[in-house]
């Protein structure tokens, strides 16, 4: 009976290491039609949340791409900034962004796409695989268990004075949680 109760504990410890410790909702995006096609989407499946995209870009983008993130985290019933800034991805990559937030999501992020984070970005199928944290993630050593809003704007500059062109933009809500041991 010891054993099996043993064997039971280290069974739940090893689900839980990689339970989901996020719930995605509210989703809303946009696609620049005359750039890509596709579809950005959350998935759940037995309490296990998962964001992801499955993209088409019909044409090339280089020049500047300015992926602008913005993350808030509700405190107290109102909602704070964490981040806000703006990175070209034609000149940065957000894997090195001197934004530790900003940092940790690319670096997570490269677990779940079949693309580079920096451009140019060229015509073809572009995937985020199932983007979840579990109780491992580092991002969860960044940021509190709570509520957050999450927007992310892409704008294409193909040469230096030339006006925006939004490629994309997401909102999306999630909300941490602490992680079950």
């Known amino acids: 009976m010891l054993k099996q109760c043993i064997l039971l504990v280290l069974v739940v410890q090893l689900i839980d290491k990689s339970a989901a410790v996020v719930r995605f909702e509210?989703?809303?995006?946009?696609?620049?039609?005359?750039?890509?096609?596709?579809?950005?989407?959350?998935?759940?499946?037995?309490?296990?949340y998962s964001f992801g995209a499955d993209v088409e870009l019909t044409k090339k983008v280089e020049g500047s791409?300015?992926?602008?993130?913005?993350?808030?985290?509700?405190?107290?019933?109102?909602?704070?900034t964490m981040v806000n800034i703006d990175l070209d991805t034609c000149k940065v990559d957000p894997?090195?962004?001197?934004?530790?937030?900003?940092?940790?999501?690319?670096?997570?992020s490269t677990k779940f796409i079949n693309f580079s984070l920096m451009c140019p970005y060229n015509p073809g199928r572009y995937l985020l695989n199932d983007f979840t944290l579990d109780s491992e993630?580092?991002?969860?050593k960044l940021i509190p268990n709570g509520k957050y809003k999450m927007e992310l704007k892409a704008h294409h500059y193909p040469t230096p004075d030339s006006a925006p062109i939004m490629l994309f933009m997401y909102s999306i809500d999630f909300e941490l949680f602490a992680a079950s041991s």
């Open 137 to 140: 993630s580092p991002l969860l």
């Open 26 to 48: 509210n989703l809303k995006y946009e696609l620049n039609k005359d750039y890509m096609h596709g579809n950005i989407f959350i998935k759940s499946q037995n309490d296990k």
């Open 95 to 108: 894997v090195m962004s001197e934004n530790a937030i900003v940092r940790t999501i690319a670096k997570e």
């Open 65 to 80: 791409v300015i992926i602008t993130p913005h993350v808030q985290h509700l405190v107290k019933g109102e909602y704070h």
